[in-house]
DNA sequence: GTGGTCTAGACCACA
DNA sequence: GTGGTCTAGACCACG
């Protein structure tokens, strides 16, 4: 259900928030929808629980997912995003560093673009409405 | 010269990377030119001399910038990307990751594809010839 | 396990990687394999643990070892040679020193033949499959 | 006359060390001839003239050649190969080190032999008399 | 003067 | 427990 590379440099944990997070947007889960208990999902991905645990608490700090006690964890009903100014700051300096990134393995800036807007598709991101 | 911010959670040699890297995609730093001595620089960010280093090595290793023996550091006269696959495929998952976070910070799909735009003149890539 | 000699004039961290690298070629690391953590191998070699580090981290980079967060430093599974064209060419360059070297040390054509295929059998490196 | 790589990571003395000897061993330079003087050469190389003079005494230090006073630098008329043993055993631990390198950048058994005699032909490095 | 290496000791995030 | 980062201070080779 969710990739995860234990290979990669970003922690599982955050990996495993994206992947939630993604899936949401594409509509794969929708809100109301329960997700995997923590235990459940360990044993799938074969990952520590701790490190689910984690997951599971960093989306339910930014109001992505909700638990009811006893009942399970669930896709929240109403997301509304917050206007957290500091998370825009950080956003930008993170884009703006993978732009540079992009520049120097050889991408030009008609690619760059366009890899954007594949990506803001791919991501069921729309133009008029969202 | 350079903006670190030390209570970032990005680690500072990184940061000096993304900088030096900038500094050169805006013309601040031309080929050929000189970088500040490990040392200086040490003094002038108030930070010490292995972090500095530790960037120096990470850009050299990307060829960005080369050391001759005993008479400092320069910026690379002929920069040629090197078509790495794999980072570029971090590269893309980095941006999904970002464009994600973007859409759950509020940003529309509008929005998003402005800031890019205005990023990436910011940052001199240009769209006809570069 | 590893043999490091603090007096030679090569970088203890460069000798490391060799060392490494050589076990991994006789078989006497096998892919998957773990490798000691950096603490454990600094106490065994008496070598500060940053040095271990340096190691492990320019092997990393060399896609030899791999390592996983939190568990610790493996031997890469499927190595594949990078066709690095640059390093290639250092390594010629570095042959012929050696080379140039051995004859004014008195070896004679045949002798430094025969230390090459001595060497290479040594090294697990076989005439057919390899 | 000698190709000296400013980039290069061994010390430009020890590049010009290894040009004198290969020249003397491909019989561009004849024992009796005689060498540059310190300052033509850096001059020519556009080399620090202490560089050069540690080259040249490094290569006396090894009877390489010979300084005549107030008349200059000359090949030796009569090398002999010092049987030093701690140098012997240095040689072959790079030569073992080389190997391991060329196995990891992807090169067969027999591609490095071949490598090998085609370098000793090239250094003039010959089978019978050598 | 330059960068390269090493040590000792500390703190942190991750699993 | 693991590796990753940083500091302080030292020594060295090179030009």
Redesign the interface.
Known sequence: MFKID??SST??YQQLV?EI??AI?KGILQPGDKLPSVRELSVQLTINPNTIQKSYQELER?K?IETLRGKGTFVSLN?K????KE??TV??E?????????????M???E??Q???R??E??N???GQ?
Chains 1, 2, 3, 4 share one sequence.
């Open positions: 234990q290979r922690p599982i994206q997070k993604e947007l930014q992505v997301y995003p917050s206007v957290d998370k825009l956003l930008k993170n884009l703006r560093n993978i732009l540079v990134e992009a520049h120097y393995l050889g030009k800036h008609g760059i673009l890899l954007v807007t990506l803001l791919e991501l991101i729309k133009e969202n």
